[in-house]
Nanobody, 123 residues
Framework: VQLQASGGGTVQAGDSLRLSCAASGRTPKYDLKFYDMDWFRQAPGKEREFVAAFRRRGATTSYADSVKGRFSISRENAKNTVHLQMNSLKPEDTAVYYC?????????????WGQGTLVTVSS
């Protein structure tokens, strides 16, 4: 499954961006409703960190403390897309953002990853 992340860009502190993660394909394997979806980010010189999650069971969401109250993850079934709405952006949000579609098979966890989209927030 190929995931296409988009929506990154360069903005000023306090601005908003909406990232999208889409999968294309006609079989159920490509339907993001069957996956738990995560967003991660990796800032220059730092390790990749968790940002937000959308769990397919119960459509529950969770967030890293650093983005709680500012970011919102959602799934748009009609477009087979998961979004990350980012408000009140801060310079420390600057990073490459990755989406991941996670599933459990054969006794272990697996994930498909998107290619990443760069978000730059200037002060």
């Amino acid at each position: 499954v190929q995931l296409q992340a988009s929506g990154g860009g360069t903005v000023q502190a306090g601005d908003s961006l909406r990232l999208s993660c889409a999968a294309s394909g006609r079989t159920p394997k490509y339907d993001l409703k069957f996956y738990d979806m995560d967003w991660f980010r990796q800032a220059p010189g730092k390790e990749r960190e968790f940002v937000a999650a959308f769990r397919r069971r119960g459509a529950t969401t969770s967030y890293a403390d650093s983005v709680k109250g500012r970011f919102s993850i959602s799934r748009e079934n009609a477009k087979n897309t998961v979004h990350l709405q980012m408000n009140s952006l801060k310079p420390e949000d600057t990073a490459v953002y990755y989406c991941a579609a996670k599933f459990y098979a054969g006794g272990s966890d697996h994930a498909y990853w998107g290619q990443g989209t760069l978000v730059t927030v200037s002060s």
